[in-house]
């Protein structure tokens, strides 16, 4: 059965410094790989996605994700973070094997908190 | 930037009752998708729709639930008689085609409370 998993309730980052953000996963075909970030009040926005080719995949707003094969990880990164980067980051996958009409299964999500 | 649109954006309703929350998914997406989110729990897939009709549904969408195209526009998700362990975030997202590549696009999502 497909699965996500983000070990981390919430990371603590001060402004400046790199973050990191984990996400492992578990598919029985390769995987389609996203990550979406929830302000508070709104929906999920797109940030950017894993699909093939180069593992290292850039997104919006300086984001971004490396995808690791032999550890099922996709973890989302940036060099330098910003207050305004404090939110809900959610880690999804499809399965191409998973045999679903596209729905993601979701993460439970990581609070990211950016201190001045 | 297109958006996906949901309304209202908070329901408050007694158990028991009828739902309605509608959704107005960008305007050149074929694919049309229900998600909720329980308060601090993941985000739950509910529902698949293309062609006017189910896709794909969850285990969470039984008989209670249902989903319909009214016009070219809308799309609404209607839970018939609601329950308390209704209460949740309930989230449309749309995409232009259901390739696994393709991103959805999510709207802010209603916040459904069964009192």
């Known amino acids: 059965a497909q699965s996500v998993a983000q070990p981390e309730d919430q990371v603590n980052v001060a402004e400046g410094n790199p973050l990191t953000v984990k996400c492992t996963y578990s598919?029985?075909?390769?995987?389609?790989l996203f990550w979406y970030v929830q302000y508070p009040n709104r929906g999920l926005q797109f940030l950017l996605k894993?699909?093939?080719?180069?593992?290292l995949v850039k997104g919006s707003y300086g984001f971004e994700a490396e995808f690791n094969k032999s550890q099922t990880s996709f973890h989302l990164k940036k060099p330098s973070a910003l207050v305004s980067d404090s939110a809900l980051y959610f880690c999804?996958?499809?399965?191409?094997?998973?045999?679903?009409?596209?729905?993601?299964?979701f993460g439970k999500g990581t609070k990211l908190s950016v201190k001045p | 930037e297109p958006e996906v649109t949901q309304t209202p954006s908070h329901q408050v309703t007694q158990m028991g009752q009828e739902v309605i929350l509608r959704c107005v998914p960008i305007?050149?997406?074929?694919?049309f998708y229900w998600y909720r989110q329980i308060l601090g729990q993941k985000v739950e897939f509910l529902v698949s729709?293309?062609?006017?009709?189910?896709?794909?549904k969850s285990e969470i969408f039984d008989d209670q639930f249902s989903v319909e195209r009214p016009d070219g526009s809308n799309f609404t998700l209607k839970i018939r008689s609601t329950k308390l362990e209704d209460s949740a975030m309930y989230f449309c997202?749309?995409?232009?085609?259901?390739?696994?590549?393709?991103?959805?696009?999510f709207g802010d999502g209603t916040r459904l409370s069964i009192l």
């Open positions: 305007s050149n997406h074929l694919y």
């Open positions: 894993y699909i093939t080719g180069d593992n």
């Open positions: 999804a996958v499809r399965d191409e094997y998973g045999g679903s009409q596209g729905n993601l299964i």
């Open positions: 729709f293309y062609n006017n009709e189910i896709s794909e």
């Open positions: 598919v029985s075909g390769n995987p389609y």
């Open positions: 997202a749309s995409s232009a085609d259901r390739g696994l590549n393709q991103p959805q696009h």
